[in-house]
């Protein structure tokens, strides 16, 4: 008895296994070639375009924001990874064109077309808002109780789903869009700033510090966050656990229309399977930032938007091996630093 | 893990085996006579049959609608190695057939420039490329398909399921554009990009030669691999290496309590599910006769799964039923619905264009109403249905609802 007593005590640590460690050490050198290979990339094209690429990169970085925040809004609470909200973005888009296209008509800079804008981003919200809500009743709610991959094939189900109507909707080509932003920009030292890129940052950080007030401030996003932690647990202080999922769809849901929005009116294009690439990336980056947590999936969305926006502007590998460079962030990451930047490590290795 | 129970669940008591034949004979001989009467009604009945029967056949079910629907039955079967038996959700499966397709184009075809090099192969003496018999490029492509399985799934198989989907998509998409952007690697074409590898060698199977439209023959090397295929997958699942992977599968916590070596066991689930792949890339490669990058897209990885879901997670017959009927739809059963059903009702419907909504309703269908497939297996069924409460306290258990 003593003995297996002592053993427990003063065992020590198990060793780790050599392929553990390889697989750790070649991350470790892959990470500072990547580095290296970085810094000599910006010696030779000088800091500005360095900076210009990174703006550039910016811009997308605050709308992967947008849609990272409903991955990880819809993660953190019920464990899922939410395929389909990538095309719910794309249809955000497509709705968004619609909206101020064919029914406000508005294609210029103007009074009415800055009006229209707000129209249209309370509206594709509202509808963005509502499909992924009725997604949660339809589908996911049924599978509340369903092994782990019952609610995952659903969701690579939706996202089909989703796709297709994005494709009735929006043909098989992808269609170009006139703006109501205004064009051009202004210059800080060099570095070309877009008045669009200031559009976006105008119209994402409110929403982000609304998000963030709801989460943390409301009675609901207490309720969220309850719901969070446990179940069962929020069930018995009387939370409605069915209606704070559903809400939690809706905001996220909401968010991805708003992203859906500005990307159509700063790139100007829709395309039925936007979504899944813009998607994953967005799922990168809420992975990057630690997932189901909030900051962490704006700060991933940016710091992968910085990457891609170098990675095509330098170029360091051109645009043609984007998805591969965003992959292969994600897969590293995944491997040697599952919990994110900000997540908490769990003792669960995920 | 939305329910742990903490009763076990009860296999159902396993048929005893008939006297006689044994299940192998018994299931060998089946396949191969209906491959005959297949190859039969292709081969010598058809040809020969009068033209309304002729047009019937060759609107509804063409031979290379055929040949395509048991490549991607070798595939599903693989995947159902990997998903159904393992339960691991891998979302980028098209990569190792991506893998095999490409191996055919090096091994089998004029590609690789300034070597002439032929190995029991089927080219004429002197044409540059590198020309393997075929049955050795199936075994090469079903090394390498291993061989990637293995790298990607040693680093990753640690991973909740969730984590493991995204990163076998990962994987997938990745694989897809290294192979799409193969022309310019460092100033070396590796694979004519996105223009893709044609045209392939001749199979030459003893002393057979058979040309691209020698479908019927075709079809028979299909079958045989299928054949391989099914042998395989039912043999690992009733020995020990199925039991483990059925194990993993119901409760991976449980399994490495009972001595399963969790990793080795995932790993060879994967590299069993990517030889199939492997074996399914260069059959597909050999029948439409090139290796193009456009073909190997996360669709396919869907459409691969939706398959496996459809027919039964876990059961090869329900897979290949599965395999059948949706590889079918996608080819050609679609199209030609459509057409008879714009004749007849004077619509101008695009069929074809609705398979994404399609193949996205059978697999949340599928998830919400039945989610142990069409031929479920016994198991899988047990597996897959939610226990209501007052049976599991029935058994004693605590209902512990841990996080949906």
Known sequence: MAATITLREGAPKPKTPVWTLVQIWVGRLVLVGVAVWMVYKLVQVGPAQFFQSAVDGLSNGTLYALIALGYTLVYGIIELINFAHGDLFMLGTIFSAWVLSDVLNQSTVSVAGWLSLVVALVAVMAICGSINGTIELLAYRRLRRAPKLAPLITAVGMSFILQQVGLILNGSTPKQWPSVLPQGGFSIGGVQIAWTFITVLCVTIPLLLLMSFIVQRTRRGKAMRATAQDQDAARLMGINVNRTISFTFILGGALAGAAGVMYQQTVGTTAYNLGQQLGLIAFTAAVLGGIGNLTGAVLGGVIIGVIQGVNEGLPLLGQRWSQSVVFTVLILLIIFKPEGILGKPTTEKV | ?404
């Open chain 2, 1 to 404: 893990m939305a329910t742990e129970v903490t009763t076990a669940r009860q296999a159902p008591p396993t048929r005893r085996r008939a006297r006689g034949l044994s299940y192998n004979a018994k299931w060998a001989i089946g396949f191969a006579i209906a491959a005959f009467v297949v190859f039969a009604l292709y081969q010598w009945f058809l040809p020969n049959a009068n033209a309304n029967v002729q047009s019937f056949f060759n609107d509804w079910a063409p031979m290379s609608v055929l040949d395509e629907c048991m490549v991607w039955m070798i595939c599903a079967l693989g995947l159902n190695v990997v998903v159904g038996y393992a339960g691991l959700l891998d979302l980028g499966y098209v990569a190792f057939w991506a893998i095999g397709g490409y191996i055919a184009g090096w091994f089998f075809s004029d590609f690789v420039f300034g070597v002439s090099w032929s190995f029991f192969g089927s080219a004429r003496p002197g044409e540059p490329g590198i020309h393997v018999n075929f049955l050795l490029v199936l075994l090469i492509a079903a090394g390498f398909a291993a061989l990637a399985g293995v790298m990607i799934g040693a680093p990753t198989l640690r991973l909740k399921s969730d984590y493991l989907a995204l990163v076998t998509l990962g994987f997938g998409e990745i694989t897809s554009q290294v192979f799409r952007n193969g022309d310019d690697i460092f100033g070396h074409n590796l694979d004519n990009g996105t223009r893709g590898i044609t045209p392939l060698d001749p199979i030459k199977i003893f002393g057979f030669r058979l040309g691209p439209f020698d479908l019927t023959y075709q079809f028979l090397v299909m079958v045989f691999l299928v054949a391989v295929v099914v042998f395989v997958s039912l043999r690992l699942r009733h020995g020990r290496l199925g039991r483990a992977w059925l194990a993993i599968r119901e409760d991976e916590l449980a399994a490495s309590m009972m001595g399963v070596p969790l990793m080795r066991t995932k790993l060879a689930a994967y590299g069993v599910g990517a030889v199939a792949g492997g074996l399914g890339g260069v059959a597909f490669a050999a029948h439409i006769n090139a290796v193009i990058p456009d073909r190997f897209d996360f669709s396919i990885s869907i459409t691969l799964l939706a398959m496996v879901v459809l027919g039964g997670m876990g059961n090869v017959w329900g897979v290949m039923v599965g395999a059948l009927v949706l590889a079918w739809i996608n080819a050609n059963g679609l199209k030609q619905f459509g057409t008879t059903f714009n004749s007849s009702f004077h619509t101008n419907i695009n069929f074809p264009s609705y398979n994404f909504g399609l193949f996205g309703l059978i697999l949340v269908l599928m998830m919400l109403f039945r989610r142990e497939g069409l031929i479920p297996e016994a198991r899988t069924k047990l597996l897959l249905r939610e226990p209501d409460r007052a049976m599991l306290e029935a058994h004693g258990a605590e209902v512990d609802e841990v996080e949906p």
